[in-house]
Protein backbone atom coordinates (compact mmCIF):
# COMPACT_ATOMS: atom_id res chain seq x y z
CA UNK A 1 0.00 0.00 0.00
CA UNK A 2 0.47 3.77 0.04
CA UNK A 3 2.96 5.44 2.96
CA UNK A 4 4.76 8.62 3.10
CA UNK A 5 7.37 8.98 6.04
CA UNK A 6 8.14 11.98 7.46
CA UNK A 7 10.94 13.74 9.59
CA UNK A 8 10.10 13.19 13.21
CA UNK A 9 9.29 16.53 14.96
CA UNK A 10 9.28 18.99 16.79
CA UNK A 11 11.57 21.20 14.85
CA UNK A 12 13.04 24.53 16.05
CA UNK A 13 15.30 27.23 14.06
CA UNK A 14 16.33 30.37 14.93
CA UNK A 15 14.61 33.35 11.83
CA UNK A 16 16.48 33.18 9.01
CA UNK A 17 17.76 29.56 9.10
CA UNK A 18 17.80 27.15 6.94
CA UNK A 19 14.73 24.53 6.95
CA UNK A 20 14.99 21.09 5.56
CA UNK A 21 11.62 18.36 6.34
CA UNK A 22 12.38 15.43 5.06
CA UNK A 23 9.45 13.13 3.45
CA UNK A 24 10.05 9.34 1.31
CA UNK A 25 7.09 8.05 0.13
CA UNK A 26 6.64 4.44 -1.02
CA UNK A 27 3.80 3.98 -4.14
CA UNK A 28 2.24 2.03 -6.58
CA UNK A 29 2.65 3.79 -10.10
CA UNK A 30 4.11 7.08 -9.96
CA UNK A 31 2.16 9.02 -7.49
CA UNK A 32 1.57 12.74 -7.26
CA UNK A 33 3.10 14.46 -4.49
CA UNK A 34 1.80 17.29 -1.84
CA UNK A 35 3.03 19.44 1.15
CA UNK A 36 -0.19 20.77 3.05
CA UNK A 37 0.43 23.33 5.88
CA UNK A 38 -1.58 23.80 8.64
CA UNK A 39 -1.24 27.25 10.76
CA UNK A 40 -2.54 27.35 14.39
CA UNK A 41 -6.12 26.95 14.98
CA UNK A 42 -6.58 26.77 11.17
CA UNK A 43 -7.34 24.38 8.04
CA UNK A 44 -5.30 22.29 5.95
CA UNK A 45 -3.69 24.85 3.16
CA UNK A 46 -1.79 23.48 -0.30
CA UNK A 47 2.02 24.59 -0.01
CA UNK A 48 3.53 23.01 -3.37
CA UNK A 49 2.82 19.96 -5.14
CA UNK A 50 4.89 18.21 -8.00
CA UNK A 51 3.46 15.69 -10.42
CA UNK A 52 5.87 13.82 -12.22
CA UNK A 53 9.62 13.31 -11.73
CA UNK A 54 12.51 15.81 -11.37
CA UNK A 55 9.45 18.53 -11.25
CA UNK A 56 9.95 21.41 -8.48
CA UNK A 57 7.35 22.34 -6.78
CA UNK A 58 7.46 25.92 -5.05
CA UNK A 59 5.41 28.65 -2.94
CA UNK A 60 5.85 31.31 -0.67
CA UNK A 61 9.73 30.28 -1.08
CA UNK A 62 9.76 27.10 -0.01
CA UNK A 63 10.41 24.38 -2.63
CA UNK A 64 10.15 20.42 -2.87
CA UNK A 65 11.56 18.17 -5.61
CA UNK A 66 9.96 14.95 -6.73
CA UNK A 67 12.91 12.74 -6.59
CA UNK A 68 12.10 9.55 -8.68
CA UNK A 69 15.52 7.70 -8.03
CA UNK A 70 15.51 8.19 -4.04
CA UNK A 71 11.43 8.60 -3.76
CA UNK A 72 11.45 11.43 -1.70
CA UNK A 73 10.01 14.86 -2.11
CA UNK A 74 11.88 17.11 0.79
CA UNK A 75 10.84 20.11 1.70
CA UNK A 76 13.51 23.71 1.59
CA UNK A 77 13.36 26.70 2.48
CA UNK A 78 16.25 29.25 2.93
CA UNK A 79 15.57 31.48 5.18
CA UNK A 80 12.50 30.84 7.45
CA UNK A 81 10.51 33.45 9.10
CA UNK A 82 8.43 33.12 12.14
CA UNK A 83 5.58 33.46 9.97
CA UNK A 84 6.15 30.00 8.86
CA UNK A 85 5.45 28.28 12.21
CA UNK A 86 3.00 26.12 11.37
CA UNK A 87 2.75 22.44 10.80
CA UNK A 88 3.69 20.73 7.64
CA UNK A 89 2.40 17.44 6.19
CA UNK A 90 3.98 15.66 3.42
CA UNK A 91 0.88 13.18 0.98
CA UNK A 92 0.81 11.70 -1.94
CA UNK A 93 -1.93 10.67 -4.36
CA UNK A 94 -1.23 7.21 -6.24
CA UNK A 95 -2.37 7.26 -9.67
CA UNK A 96 -4.01 3.74 -9.20
CA UNK A 97 -7.45 3.99 -8.74
CA UNK A 98 -8.59 6.12 -6.04
CA UNK A 99 -8.03 9.78 -5.10
CA UNK A 100 -7.59 9.99 -1.54
CA UNK A 101 -4.41 11.15 -0.09
CA UNK A 102 -2.21 9.85 2.35
CA UNK A 103 -0.76 11.99 4.93
CA UNK A 104 2.32 11.70 6.81
CA UNK A 105 2.19 11.94 10.19
CA UNK A 106 3.86 16.03 9.93
CA UNK A 107 6.02 17.93 11.52
CA UNK A 108 5.78 20.63 13.64
CA UNK A 109 8.02 23.37 12.53
CA UNK A 110 8.33 26.54 15.36
CA UNK A 111 10.88 29.71 14.13
CA UNK A 112 11.86 31.75 17.20
CA UNK A 113 13.01 35.24 16.33
CA UNK B 1 -10.98 32.23 -4.71
CA UNK B 2 -13.70 29.74 -4.15
CA UNK B 3 -13.15 27.83 -1.21
CA UNK B 4 -14.58 24.30 0.80
CA UNK B 5 -17.12 25.78 3.62
CA UNK B 6 -17.53 23.56 6.71
CA UNK B 7 -19.95 24.16 9.68
CA UNK B 8 -19.89 24.27 12.89
CA UNK B 9 -16.11 25.06 12.84
CA UNK B 10 -16.63 23.51 16.55
CA UNK B 11 -19.23 21.37 18.43
CA UNK B 12 -19.35 20.21 21.36
CA UNK B 13 -21.96 16.49 22.07
CA UNK B 14 -22.24 13.91 24.92
CA UNK B 15 -21.17 10.49 24.01
CA UNK B 16 -24.33 8.72 22.57
CA UNK B 17 -25.65 11.59 20.14
CA UNK B 18 -26.30 12.11 16.76
CA UNK B 19 -23.88 14.54 14.87
CA UNK B 20 -24.20 15.91 11.17
CA UNK B 21 -20.99 17.85 10.08
CA UNK B 22 -21.87 20.05 7.33
CA UNK B 23 -19.60 21.02 4.14
CA UNK B 24 -20.04 23.04 1.17
CA UNK B 25 -17.66 21.99 -1.66
CA UNK B 26 -16.31 23.83 -4.59
CA UNK B 27 -18.84 24.32 -6.73
CA UNK B 28 -17.85 22.89 -9.86
CA UNK B 29 -15.96 20.16 -7.87
CA UNK B 30 -17.10 16.07 -8.85
CA UNK B 31 -15.21 14.49 -5.82
CA UNK B 32 -15.52 15.06 -2.09
CA UNK B 33 -13.90 13.33 0.89
CA UNK B 34 -13.99 13.66 4.68
CA UNK B 35 -10.68 12.99 6.57
CA UNK B 36 -10.36 13.17 10.15
CA UNK B 37 -7.34 14.56 12.46
CA UNK B 38 -7.07 13.29 15.92
CA UNK B 39 -5.36 15.68 18.24
CA UNK B 40 -1.67 15.43 17.95
CA UNK B 41 -1.91 12.48 15.02
CA UNK B 42 -1.81 12.16 11.25
CA UNK B 43 -5.21 12.87 9.03
CA UNK B 44 -6.69 10.25 7.97
CA UNK B 45 -8.66 8.92 5.42
CA UNK B 46 -12.52 8.75 6.05
CA UNK B 47 -14.27 8.37 2.90
CA UNK B 48 -14.07 9.54 -0.97
CA UNK B 49 -17.72 10.07 -2.71
CA UNK B 50 -18.46 10.86 -6.42
CA UNK B 51 -21.66 10.85 -8.25
CA UNK B 52 -23.86 10.16 -5.68
CA UNK B 53 -22.58 7.30 -4.04
CA UNK B 54 -19.75 6.20 -1.57
CA UNK B 55 -16.09 5.51 -3.90
CA UNK B 56 -14.08 3.88 -1.65
CA UNK B 57 -14.12 4.54 2.44
CA UNK B 58 -11.55 3.09 5.11
CA UNK B 59 -11.47 0.97 7.99
CA UNK B 60 -12.27 4.18 10.60
CA UNK B 61 -15.62 4.31 8.51
CA UNK B 62 -17.81 1.86 10.21
CA UNK B 63 -22.07 1.23 10.46
CA UNK B 64 -21.86 4.62 12.96
CA UNK B 65 -20.72 6.96 9.56
CA UNK B 66 -22.98 7.77 6.90
CA UNK B 67 -22.56 10.70 4.20
CA UNK B 68 -24.97 12.57 2.11
CA UNK B 69 -25.38 14.80 -0.60
CA UNK B 70 -28.89 15.75 0.29
CA UNK B 71 -28.98 18.88 -2.35
CA UNK B 72 -27.02 20.20 -5.05
CA UNK B 73 -24.74 21.70 -2.60
CA UNK B 74 -24.20 20.33 0.63
CA UNK B 75 -22.26 17.01 1.85
CA UNK B 76 -22.86 15.95 5.13
CA UNK B 77 -21.47 13.03 7.25
CA UNK B 78 -23.40 11.97 10.32
CA UNK B 79 -21.79 9.66 13.22
CA UNK B 80 -24.88 8.20 14.72
CA UNK B 81 -24.10 7.44 17.99
CA UNK B 82 -20.69 9.30 18.98
CA UNK B 83 -18.23 7.73 21.08
CA UNK B 84 -15.24 9.16 22.95
CA UNK B 85 -12.75 8.28 20.23
CA UNK B 86 -14.62 10.17 17.76
CA UNK B 87 -13.14 13.53 19.14
CA UNK B 88 -11.23 14.93 16.05
CA UNK B 89 -11.73 17.57 13.82
CA UNK B 90 -13.26 16.41 10.71
CA UNK B 91 -11.85 18.01 7.04
CA UNK B 92 -14.08 17.96 4.41
CA UNK B 93 -12.15 18.38 0.78
CA UNK B 94 -13.41 18.45 -2.64
CA UNK B 95 -11.38 18.08 -6.30
CA UNK B 96 -12.56 19.19 -9.95
CA UNK B 97 -12.12 15.75 -10.86
CA UNK B 98 -10.04 11.94 -10.28
CA UNK B 99 -6.92 12.90 -11.51
CA UNK B 100 -3.95 12.20 -9.37
CA UNK B 101 -2.48 15.63 -10.24
CA UNK B 102 -5.47 17.89 -8.72
CA UNK B 103 -5.35 19.79 -6.17
CA UNK B 104 -7.63 18.59 -3.51
CA UNK B 105 -8.77 21.57 -1.27
CA UNK B 106 -9.63 21.57 2.16
CA UNK B 107 -12.06 23.27 4.30
CA UNK B 108 -10.99 24.51 7.73
CA UNK B 109 -12.28 21.79 9.89
CA UNK B 110 -15.07 21.18 12.17
CA UNK B 111 -13.43 20.20 15.67
CA UNK B 112 -15.98 17.53 17.24
CA UNK B 113 -15.57 16.74 21.16
CA UNK B 114 -17.44 14.40 22.62
CA UNK B 115 -17.93 14.35 26.52
Known amino acids: GNSVTQMEGPVTLSEEAFLTINCTYTATGYPSLFWYVQYPGEGLQLLLKATKADDKGSNKGFEATYRKETTSFHLEKGSVQVSDSAVYFCALISNFGNEKLTFGTGTRLTIIP | EPEVTQTPSHQVTQMGQEVILRCVPI?????FYWYRQILGQKVEFLVSFYNNEISEKSEIFDDQFSVERPDGSNFTLKIRSTKLEDSAMYFC?????????????FGEGSWLTVV
Open chain 2, 27 to 31: SNHLY
Open chain 2, 93 to 105: ASTPRGESGNTIY
